[in-house]
């Protein structure tokens, strides 16, 4: 098999890694910049730098841009993309791109199959990209209107690189838990450290602290398309995030000690139920 | 230097271990219940099982147990401190306590020297606790009313203990700064998995869903109290969080691309300036 990688960030580049060490198919890399390319090059991540040109020949694109960036190259090339590739992604949102590519993969006869590892780390780019990104991580897979053997082949593809399990999903029900699991914690990482407490926390901060912020090191250009993108379940979210915090806040003011042990323990018991 | 631990969960247990390990003091525990206590001889985490007339003896007092349980025991064992002990706690909430504490040590003439141990794990009780608990960690020493040589004597133990940095601050300084670090994030993840999406995550899901959710496995009674022993910084810290959430959320509704994005490059700033 002949895949074309467009995007050598974090997830494009552990995409060809990955391929490299766990397939022995063959790895084109196109990337804006030239530097990714020669560095993938160079450790072995690709078989060599490729052109639209390359598109010719795949058997699969694998977009590893921005949502937008992904819809844009595929559109700008859809002539160039043969009857029998399949068109995957790896955006964190699904519904605008989904319906965006698969109305081109109809007009041009390819396939297209939305895809979303669920993996990541708070750093970019092609250094930051591994070969064992995706070992043990989920794998959302979203058919959208691509045939059953397309499916099977993304899919097929995800478990040789180690994914742990896969889902299949639609583009809606993907974008509004994703809002939860994904997007809310950003939103409450980058809220949280907005406290003019922030900067004294030194010495007096442990596991919580570092977690609920970590993600507050977020990829600002990323995550506004990410979040504009999926507007309506995130500000859903949001709101119900807020409701949440002010359940609690209320029964903190009111020195109501039992409403506040029964939603703490509420809490617990949902933690409890679905865990990690 | 003799030691009575009295309450024996992770924090107590953990400073048994410990002190046993890192030091040759000798170590006698008190504990409501008879379990823990056991446990603690049978593993050498102590050196006797006490009793309230151990005190007389003692040279210092832990205090593991929860802010009001601290309380109540020196005020109601304060008559058989002798005057050169130290009494020294492990809450995560201080203003109240010390200055109970810092009034009855005044009345009965030994020492206290408030004590919060920035370390602990989502479990509880003495089969949580463990020598290196602290090992790294940073340690608030609240001095209060103390003399110099006592609060000297309680940072030595703790430099012995290994923890990685010793933090001198006043309670109501640590109260503030704790209700950022430690009880905002305990608020946080109690209202995040309220939202009905959380059941429905599972394969969805990756390292910022369990990071924000990861204190939600929450010890309901403990929290309730120290929530509402700091009730007014607490309910300050949410303000402030739900203000900054609701200021995302105004970006995302308007689809303000600028705005979105001066904001998460304002929370990647602060991250990155003040790191962990």
């Known amino acids: 098999m002949k895949i074309v990688i467009y995007g050598l960030g974090i997830i494009g580049g552990s995409f060809a890694k990955a391929i490299k060490k766990y397939t022995d198919y063959h790895v084109t890399g196109i990337n804006r910049s030239r530097k990714p390319l020669e560095d993938a090059l160079a450790c072995g991540a690709i078989d060599e730098i490729g052109s639209i040109e390359s598109l010719s020949s795949a058997d699969m694109l ?25 068109v995957t992604d790896s955006a964190g949102i699904k519904t605008g791109l989904c319906r965006e590519l698969s109305a081109v993969s109809e007009e041009y006869g390819f396939s297209f199959v939305g895809c979303h590892p669920m993996a990541g780390k708070e750093k970019n780019g092609f250094s930051a990209s591994e070969p064992d990104l995706f070992v043990g991580a989920s794998c959302v897979i979203v ?24 889902i299949y999903s639609t583009p809606e029900e993907h974008d509004r838990i994703i809002s939860f699991t994904s997007q809310l914690p950003h939103v409450i990482a980058c809220s949280y450290v907005m406290s003019p407490t922030c900067p004294k926390h030194k010495g007096f901060s ?54 506040l042990e029964g939603l703490l323990a509420k809490s617990r018991n949902i933690k409890e139920s679905f865990g990690e």
Not at 143 to 166: H, S, W, Y
Not at 214 to 221: G, L, S
Not at 231 to 252: F, G
């Open 62 to 86: 694998i977009l590893g841009t921005f949502p937008d960036a992904a819809v844009r190259f595929v559109k700008d090339n859809a002539q160039l993309i043969p009857q029998n590739c399949i």
């Open 206 to 259: 442990a596991g919580s602290y570092r977690d609920v912020s970590r993600v507050a090191n977020i990829n600002e250009k990323l995550w506004t398309e990410l979040f504009l993108e999926n507007r309506d379940p995130l500000i859903e979210e949001i709101d119900i995030l807020t409701q949440n915090l002010n359940r609690i806040k209320s029964a903190i003011q009111s020195g109501d000690r039992e409403a």
């Open 143 to 166: 058919p959208c209107d691509a045939e059953k053997g397309a499916v099977e082949t993304v899919g097929n593809l995800m478990r040789k690189l180690r994914f742990g399990q896969i």
